[in-house]
Protein backbone atom coordinates (compact mmCIF):
# COMPACT_ATOMS: atom_id res chain seq x y z
CA UNK A 1 0.00 0.00 0.00
CA UNK A 2 1.21 3.58 -0.42
CA UNK A 3 2.49 5.71 1.84
CA UNK A 4 0.06 8.01 1.73
CA UNK A 5 -2.54 6.30 1.53
CA UNK A 6 -2.12 5.02 5.08
CA UNK A 7 -1.16 8.52 6.37
CA UNK A 8 -4.89 9.65 4.66
CA UNK A 9 -6.80 7.19 6.57
CA UNK A 10 -4.99 6.91 9.58
CA UNK A 11 -3.71 10.79 10.45
CA UNK A 12 -5.72 13.62 7.78
CA UNK A 13 -9.33 11.44 8.15
CA UNK A 14 -9.60 12.04 11.32
CA UNK A 15 -8.25 15.78 11.34
CA UNK A 16 -10.14 16.93 8.48
CA UNK A 17 -13.26 15.91 10.32
CA UNK A 18 -12.72 17.63 13.44
CA UNK A 19 -11.37 20.94 11.77
CA UNK A 20 -14.66 21.40 9.48
CA UNK A 21 -17.04 19.66 11.70
CA UNK A 22 -17.59 16.57 9.77
CA UNK A 23 -19.85 13.94 11.03
CA UNK A 24 -19.18 11.13 8.03
CA UNK A 25 -16.06 9.58 6.72
CA UNK A 26 -17.94 10.43 3.16
CA UNK A 27 -17.49 13.83 3.34
CA UNK A 28 -14.30 14.31 3.84
CA UNK A 29 -12.09 15.41 0.69
CA UNK A 30 -10.22 13.11 -1.01
CA UNK A 31 -7.89 13.16 -4.10
CA UNK A 32 -9.63 12.05 -7.08
CA UNK A 33 -7.09 12.01 -9.54
CA UNK A 34 -4.08 13.64 -10.73
CA UNK A 35 -4.08 15.19 -14.54
CA UNK A 36 -0.18 15.81 -15.70
CA UNK A 37 -0.29 18.06 -19.15
CA UNK A 38 2.38 18.64 -21.27
CA UNK A 39 2.24 21.30 -23.92
CA UNK A 40 4.71 20.91 -26.35
CA UNK A 41 4.21 23.94 -29.00
CA UNK A 42 7.75 22.97 -31.13
CA UNK A 43 5.87 19.69 -32.00
CA UNK A 44 5.07 21.64 -34.99
CA UNK A 45 8.22 22.07 -36.09
CA UNK A 46 9.70 18.50 -35.19
CA UNK A 47 7.73 15.42 -34.59
CA UNK A 48 11.05 14.40 -32.52
CA UNK A 49 10.00 16.95 -29.49
CA UNK A 50 6.70 15.30 -29.27
CA UNK A 51 8.50 11.73 -29.09
CA UNK A 52 11.00 12.96 -26.23
CA UNK A 53 7.83 13.92 -24.68
CA UNK A 54 5.90 11.52 -24.39
CA UNK A 55 8.76 8.99 -23.47
CA UNK A 56 9.68 11.54 -20.48
CA UNK A 57 6.22 11.50 -19.35
CA UNK A 58 5.75 7.88 -19.33
CA UNK A 59 8.93 7.57 -17.29
CA UNK A 60 7.58 10.42 -15.12
CA UNK A 61 4.18 9.18 -14.30
CA UNK A 62 4.78 4.84 -15.19
CA UNK A 63 1.44 5.17 -17.08
CA UNK A 64 1.43 5.84 -21.03
CA UNK A 65 0.32 8.95 -21.40
CA UNK A 66 -1.90 10.14 -24.50
CA UNK A 67 -1.61 12.66 -27.44
CA UNK A 68 -3.46 15.83 -27.52
CA UNK A 69 -4.50 17.07 -30.96
CA UNK A 70 -5.86 20.96 -31.38
CA UNK A 71 -9.55 20.98 -31.58
CA UNK A 72 -9.60 23.70 -34.19
CA UNK A 73 -7.77 25.66 -36.24
CA UNK A 74 -5.32 28.54 -35.54
CA UNK A 75 -3.57 30.77 -38.08
CA UNK A 76 -1.26 32.62 -36.05
CA UNK A 77 -0.13 29.70 -34.66
CA UNK A 78 0.17 27.73 -38.06
CA UNK A 79 -2.18 24.75 -36.07
CA UNK A 80 -4.83 22.93 -38.16
CA UNK A 81 -7.20 20.82 -36.91
CA UNK A 82 -6.33 17.13 -35.79
CA UNK A 83 -2.25 18.37 -34.74
CA UNK A 84 -0.51 16.90 -32.06
CA UNK A 85 0.25 19.20 -29.99
CA UNK A 86 0.79 17.61 -26.31
CA UNK A 87 0.54 14.71 -24.05
CA UNK A 88 -1.38 13.98 -20.88
CA UNK A 89 -1.81 11.72 -18.51
CA UNK A 90 -4.56 11.00 -15.72
CA UNK A 91 -3.45 8.83 -12.66
CA UNK A 92 -5.94 7.34 -10.38
CA UNK A 93 -5.72 5.35 -6.92
CA UNK A 94 -2.62 3.82 -5.93
CA UNK A 95 -1.10 5.19 -8.97
CA UNK A 96 -1.53 9.19 -7.89
CA UNK A 97 -0.79 8.46 -4.33
CA UNK A 98 2.25 7.17 -5.37
CA UNK A 99 3.15 10.13 -7.85
CA UNK A 100 1.93 12.42 -5.27
CA UNK A 101 4.80 11.21 -2.42
CA UNK A 102 7.71 11.55 -5.20
CA UNK A 103 6.42 14.88 -6.05
CA UNK A 104 6.56 16.17 -2.24
CA UNK A 105 9.62 14.16 -1.24
CA UNK A 106 11.94 14.63 -3.67
CA UNK A 107 10.55 17.08 -7.06
CA UNK A 108 9.84 20.29 -4.89
CA UNK A 109 12.76 19.90 -3.16
CA UNK A 110 15.17 19.89 -6.30
CA UNK A 111 13.59 23.01 -7.93
CA UNK A 112 16.05 25.70 -7.71
CA UNK A 113 15.09 28.89 -5.75
CA UNK A 114 11.71 27.10 -4.49
CA UNK A 115 9.67 29.03 -1.90
CA UNK A 116 6.95 27.10 -1.23
CA UNK A 117 3.95 27.00 -3.79
CA UNK A 118 1.27 29.64 -4.61
CA UNK A 119 -2.06 29.32 -2.29
CA UNK A 120 -3.32 30.99 -4.93
CA UNK A 121 -3.11 28.22 -7.64
CA UNK A 122 -6.77 26.70 -6.31
CA UNK A 123 -9.72 27.00 -9.06
CA UNK A 124 -12.52 27.79 -6.88
CA UNK A 125 -14.15 24.44 -7.32
CA UNK A 126 -11.06 22.89 -4.52
CA UNK A 127 -8.80 21.29 -7.75
CA UNK A 128 -5.01 22.85 -7.41
CA UNK A 129 -3.03 23.14 -10.41
CA UNK A 130 1.33 23.76 -10.57
CA UNK A 131 3.51 24.29 -13.54
CA UNK A 132 6.70 22.86 -13.32
CA UNK A 133 9.29 24.61 -15.60
CA UNK A 134 11.95 21.92 -16.08
CA UNK A 135 12.02 18.56 -16.34
CA UNK A 136 15.38 17.93 -14.74
CA UNK A 137 14.43 17.76 -11.17
CA UNK A 138 12.47 14.56 -11.79
CA UNK A 139 15.12 12.27 -10.59
CA UNK A 140 13.69 9.52 -12.67
CA UNK A 141 15.17 11.01 -15.58
CA UNK A 142 18.44 11.15 -17.32
CA UNK A 143 19.78 14.70 -17.75
CA UNK A 144 21.28 13.98 -20.70
CA UNK A 145 18.23 12.52 -22.53
CA UNK A 146 16.64 16.04 -22.28
CA UNK A 147 17.45 17.81 -25.21
CA UNK A 148 15.41 20.93 -24.32
CA UNK A 149 13.41 22.90 -21.84
CA UNK A 150 10.06 21.18 -21.29
CA UNK A 151 7.76 22.07 -18.24
CA UNK A 152 3.66 20.46 -17.33
CA UNK A 153 1.04 21.25 -15.41
CA UNK A 154 -0.06 19.03 -12.85
CA UNK A 155 -3.78 19.28 -11.33
CA UNK A 156 -4.82 17.49 -8.11
CA UNK A 157 -8.71 16.96 -8.55
CA UNK A 158 -10.16 17.08 -5.13
CA UNK A 159 -13.78 15.44 -4.61
CA UNK A 160 -14.94 18.56 -2.44
CA UNK A 161 -15.58 21.54 -3.63
CA UNK A 162 -14.26 24.35 -1.08
CA UNK A 163 -10.93 25.66 -1.78
CA UNK A 164 -9.98 25.52 2.30
CA UNK A 165 -10.89 21.75 2.55
CA UNK A 166 -8.95 21.12 -0.21
CA UNK A 167 -6.24 23.17 0.45
CA UNK A 168 -6.36 21.95 4.27
CA UNK A 169 -6.28 18.65 2.93
CA UNK A 170 -3.32 19.21 0.53
CA UNK A 171 -1.29 20.81 3.27
CA UNK A 172 -1.49 18.20 5.88
CA UNK A 173 -0.61 15.59 3.17
CA UNK A 174 2.96 17.69 3.24
CA UNK A 175 2.44 20.01 0.16
CA UNK A 176 4.66 23.31 0.92
CA UNK A 177 2.76 26.33 0.77
CA UNK A 178 3.73 29.28 1.00
CA UNK A 179 2.50 31.88 4.39
Known amino acids: MARLIGKYKEEIVPKLMEKFSLKNKLEVPRLQKIVINMGVGKAKEN ?47 KMAYEFMDR ?32 LTVFPELNIDDIEYDQGMDITFVVSVKSDEQSREMLRLFGMPFRS
Open 103 to 134: LISFVLPRIKDFRGLSPKSFDGRGCYTLGINE
Open 47 to 93: KKFLEDALRHMAVISCQKPSMTRARKDIAGFKLRKGDPIGCKVTLRG
